[in-house]
């Protein structure tokens, strides 16, 4: 067992975009990731996926809403819920999903991680 400290966590990398595997509980991954920009419409068919904001905020927008997210504050997007994260400024995050869950979910595209990196 190792205590995790996030801010510590975030501290070793810079890129965004580009989960990275904190912990493993049952067949359950947490990942953080800094994010900037859009990222791609898509869908997780088989997963849901969490979103918690660590530091600044981010918009989850789906079809038919957008939900502001702000630091302390999280949303599960339910399986099969076509949604895009945006960050108008670079946005910490913790994401709570299956260990098969790819980040573009069914699309495969240059923003596709196949293989995460493990901190």
Do not use: C
């Not at 509980?25 to 918690?52: C, P, R």
């Not at 939900?67 to 945006?86: A, D, N, R, Y």
């Not at 595209?109 to 196949?114: F, G, H, N, P």
């Amino acid at each position: 067992m190792e205590k995790v400290n996030l801010k510590e966590k975030f501290g070793l990398f810079s890129e965004q975009w580009s989960p990275k595997i904190i912990a493993e509980v049952n067949d359950t991954t947490v990942k953080i990731a800094k994010l900037l920009g859009e990222f791609e419409w898509h869908t997780h068919e088989a997963e849901d996926e969490l979103f918690f904001v660590v530091k600044g905020s981010v918009e989850i927008h789906t079809r038919e809403k957008v939900f502001t997210l702000s630091e302390g504050e999280m949303l599960v997007v339910p399986k099969g819920v076509e949604h895009m994260p945006v960050a108008r400024a670079e946005v910490e995050v913790m994401m709570i999903e299956k260990n098969t869950t790819v980040n573009t979910g069914g699309n495969v595209s240059e923003r596709t991680k196949t293989s995460l990196d493990y901190l």
